[in-house]
């Protein structure tokens, strides 16, 4: 004979209700959860499909073992990408951290404004990737008027070093700076611009949104980015 409690519970709890009357709290998932296929939800799938196969035609080992793998590789490649992005995040602060950093220093970067130092000369490089059969720098003013040519003569590969005394080509002193400097150099009997790498003045830092690099923003020279950054002074 039944008991006629333990069917009335039964018949409550299929409807959701307790005996007290309130019915059961259902667990709330987030659209991702309930889009997601857990590994319980799927050995749960896999236990009913074995359960209601067809017994004439049952699924093979090989199958089963082919579900398994490629569920396994699912769930491995999204444990990976959330990894890459936790490593993405840090290494994103890094350098935030390490732009910041650069505030109220000079940093060795291509461009083609210059800074003197306070006694009025001016250091920059050269960076030359094949020899040179002559080397020429011109330096002038910020409206473009030149005030001094130096020939450096034939050059080989590798950093060439660029020294101005802060004197102009009548053995002037020059006006005050920034300067505009400019390269060339001569091979085969052609004159070709090649760029200059200047020290420049750091003087903020614009942090990159939604995952992207930080800027640097440098006097003279505009907005550069981090990885542009040859050497620190």
Not at 33 to 38: C, K, V, W, Y
């Amino acid at each position: 004979m039944t008991d006629v409690s333990t069917s009335f519970d039964d018949t409550l709890a299929k409807l959701g209700i307790s005996r007290t009357g309130v019915a059961s709290t259902p667990k709330v998932q987030t659209e991702q959860e309930a889009n997601t296929l857990g590994q319980d939800s799927f050995l749960k799938l896999l236990t009913e499909q074995l359960k209601n196969q067809d017994p004439f035609d049952p699924v093979k080992n090989e199958n089963m073992v082919a579900q398994m793998a490629q569920f396994s590789s699912v769930a491995g490649i999204s444990e990976m990408n959330t990894t890459l992005k936790s490593v993405a995040a840090q290494l994103s602060n890094a350098n935030a951290a390490q732009a910041i950093s650069y505030v109220g220093k000079t940093v060795l970067i291509e461009g083609d404004t210059a800074f003197p130092n306070q006694d009025g000369s001016l250091n920059a490089v050269l960076p030359l990737s094949e020899s040179a059969d002559d080397v020429q720098v011109q330096i002038s003013d910020s409206a473009g008027n030149l005030l001094r040519t130096i020939n450096y003569g034939s050059q080989g590969t590798g950093d060439m070093a660029i020294d101005w005394d802060g004197k102009t080509d009548s053995g002037g002193a020059a006006p005050a700076g920034p300067y505009k400097i400019a390269a060339s150099v001569l091979r085969n009997g052609t004159r070709v611009a090649s760029p200059v790498n200047v020290w420049a003045p750091v003087t903020s830092v614009s942090l990159g949104s939604d995952g992207t690099a930080p800027t640097l923003n440098l006097a003279g020279l505009g907005t550069k980015p981090l990885s542009a950054v040859r050497q620190v002074g």
